[in-house]
């Protein structure tokens, strides 16, 4: 029988899950040319195996086919999984990359009702709001959100990019079960505000990009040379040009760790941030995405990996020297507004 990875509650009074989710944004949108339906299911089965049981979609991925894929494996495991997706972000139909951003009421509803009639299911069990719009106070939209709770459409409600002090606001009128941001080795702006406010409030954080997007792993260099023409991430700095090559010196030291300890930079990347429940008290659910069965595996195996003091230490310096904001655009960050 194949060992499962522990479990935690997200969020006081959220669900229970394995302390790793999965992000399945990359199965079909993102990231170059998607997976064939059948390597994703598989995959899907393959984290479930290893206890796995968040599993992270959103409506703008892939304009809901991202929805469609997952929703055979929601529907045929759906007591067993915690299904997470999110709405705000308008994708321009002549250029998926171009977006804009909806917190109305009216759009939160036409949201929901798509997501529930594309996942096939008759409630999502941790709703996001997925970027902030600063033009509707937080309060309406969460008040909005908690409306679709008191209907029995979501259970849980979860926020993406907020600052410390909206989700103060937020968690005023409604509770929220879990704060979703980018928190790497690479990206660690979220610590200053919303990371100890997830903690006094007894939220919990879900990291998406745990792995900087693939550049911690090691596996590729330049996005100019190495990505498809396709690839999210070549509008990304971090990924180009000189910022790239700047970069990629950063990850001496995880290599290394990685080395020493005859695991994979991946690995020591994701252990990194698994330990960070520990150093800010509260529950941290990073959610890596791949397509692979056997990434999942390598990802699902960081859980039981322990850094030393001495690694961490090692690792401390790394985000200070990155090259490159992790957006082109960060005003629809939390960093771009705290």
């Known amino acids: 029988m194949t060992e499962k990875i522990a479990t935690v509650e997200l969020g006081t009074g959220g669900p229970r899950v394995g302390v790793q989710g999965l992000g399945c944004m990359g199965m079909s949108w993102a990231y170059g040319p998607g997976a064939e339906a059948g390597e994703a299911r598989a995959t899907l089965e393959h984290a479930l195996d290893l206890g796995v049981t968040l599993y992270d979609t959103a409506d703008v991925y892939g304009d809901g086919e991202n929805e469609k894929l997952i929703a055979p494996f929601i529907q045929a495991h759906r007591d067993e999984v915690v299904l997470a997706t999110k709405f705000a972000i308008v994708a321009d139909p002549s250029d ?87 928190w790497s080795l690479f990206s660690r702006d979220v610590e200053a505000g919303v990371v100890p406010a997830a903690a006094e409030l007894g939220v919990g954080f879900v990291p998406y990009s745990p792995l900087g997007r693939g550049f911690l792993t090691g596996s590729f260099v330049s996005a100019d040379k190495e990505l498809t023409e396709d690839d999210f991430r070549r509008t990304q700095p971090r990924f180009t040009g000189d910022n790239a090559a700047a970069n990629a010196v950063l990850l001496a030291p995880v290599r290394e760790i990685a080395e020493a300890r005859g695991v994979t930079p991946g690995q020591v990347a994701l252990a990194w941030v698994q330990q960070q429940a520990a150093v800010h008290d509260l529950a941290v659910v990073p959610i890596p995405g791949t397509r692979r069965a056997e990434r999942v595996t390598e990802n699902a195996a960081a859980v039981g990996l322990r850094l030393t003091s001495d690694e961490l230490a090692r690792l401390e310096p790394i985000a200070a020297g990155v090259a490159g904001d992790r957006y082109a655009d960060m005003a629809f960050t939390s960093a771009g507004r705290e």
């Open 96 to 182: 998926p990359y171009k977006r804009g951003v909806r917190n109305d009421r009216p759009y939160i509803r036409q949201s929901v009702e798509g997501s529930l009639r594309r996942l096939g299911v008759d409630t999502i069990d941790l709703h996001y709001m997925h970027r902030r719009d600063v033009r509707v106070p937080i309060e309406e939209t969460v008040g909005a959100m908690a409306e679709l709770v008191a209907e029995g459409k979501v259970k849980h409600l979860g926020l993406s990019e907020v600052t410390g002090e909206e989700l103060r606001a937020a968690h005023g009128v409604h509770p929220i079960a879990a704060v979703q941001s980018e």
